[in-house]
C-alpha cells in the first residue's frame, strides 16, 4: 500500500456533525488526492493537493474542504455531514507530476445517518 | 465526469479460463492505466499503456490501446480464483494530470 494509512477505517455519524478523516504517508510523495466511491460511479475526485497548503477542487468538492499543513498528511473535513455523503472514501499519493501511477490507501468507510 | 466506461459490467469465468474486458473513453489521453480492487481494499496498479503505445504486456495480463476509437482492452490469462476483483481503467488525460475512473467490471473466477 506504499505506506499510506487512513484513520478511522470505519465511521458512523448523524447528518449535521463534522467528520475529519485523516491521510498518512510516508513516501513522502508530493501529491496526494481524496476520492470517494459510489457503485456505478466509480472513483470521483474530491480534492487534491500539489504541496504543502497548496490544494484544489475535484469534480464532487461541495460540502468537503481539506487541509494539508505536513508533507505526509491531508485531511479531508466533511463540515455538516449529508446522508449523500455516506460513502468509501480513499485517499491516494503520488511522487511526483510523471502521469504514472497512483497510490491507494485502504479507504475509510463513512454511514451519515 | 467519468471519462472511462467499462464493459462489461461483471464477467463470471470459470478457473482457468481467459478474461477480457473493455474500457471505452471521450478525450484525448497521455495513458490509460488499469487497476485492480479485492474486496474491501484500495486499488492496485496493474499496467499503465501510454498514448502512443498500441499493446503492453505484464505477466498474465495483456492491454491494447487503440487512440483512434478511444478504447482499450484488458485480458487476463489462465484466471485463478485471486483474479476475483474489480478492475478499473483509469485514463491521464493529455492537458490535464488527473486521473479519470471508470465504474469497473467486477470479475468472478469460479474454481
Known amino acids: 500500500d506504499a505506506g499510506i494509512t487512513q484513520s478511522p477505517r470505519h465511521k458512523v455519524t448523524e447528518t449535521g456533525t463534522p467528520v475529519t478523516l485523516r491521510c498518512h504517508q510516508t513516501?513522502?510523495?508530493?501529491?496526494m488526492y481524496w476520492y470517494r466511491q459510489d457503485p456505478g460511479h466509480g472513483l470521483r475526485l474530491i480534492h487534491y493537493s500539489y504541496g504543502v497548503k497548496d490544494t484544489d477542487k475535484g469534480e464532487v468538492s461541495d460540502g468537503y474542504s481539506v487541509s494539508r499543513s505536513k508533507t505526509e498528511d491531508f485531511l479531508l473535513t466533511l463540515e455538516s455531514a449529508t446522508s449523500s455523503q455516506t460513502s468509501v472514501y480513499f485517499c491516494?499519493?503520488?511522487?511526483?507530476?510523471?502521469?504514472?501511477?497512483?497510490?491507494f490507501g485502504p479507504g475509510t468507510r463513512l454511514t451519515v445517518l | 465526469s467519468q471519462q472511462g466506461e467499462e464493459d462489461p459490467q461483471a464477467l463470471s469465468i470459470q478457473e482457468g479460463e481467459n478474461a477480457t474486458m473493455n474500457c471505452s473513453y471521450k478525450?484525448?489521453?497521455?495513458?490509460l492505466q488499469w487497476y485492480r480492487q479485492n474486496s474491501g481494499r484500495g486499488l492496485v496498479h496493474l499496467i499503465l499503456?501510454?498514448?502512443?503505445?498500441r499493446e503492453k504486456h505484464s505477466g498474465r495480463l495483456r492491454v491494447t490501446l487503440d487512440t483512434s476509437k478511444k478504447s482499450s482492452s484488458l485480458l487476463i490469462t489462465a484466471s485463478r480464483a485471486a483474479d476475483t476483483a474489480s478492475y478499473f481503467c483509469?485514463?491521464?488525460?493529455?492537458?490535464?494530470?488527473?486521473?479519470?475512473f471508470g465504474a469497473g467490471t467486477t470479475v468472478t473466477v469460479r474454481a
Open positions: 491516494a499519493t503520488e511522487a511526483e507530476r510523471s502521469y504514472n501511477e497512483q497510490f
Open positions: 499503456i501510454r498514448s502512443n503505445e
Open positions: 483509469a485514463t491521464r488525460n493529455s492537458n490535464d494530470y488527473k486521473l479519470s
Open positions: 478525450t484525448s489521453i497521455n495513458n
Open positions: 513516501e513522502n510523495h508530493r501529491y
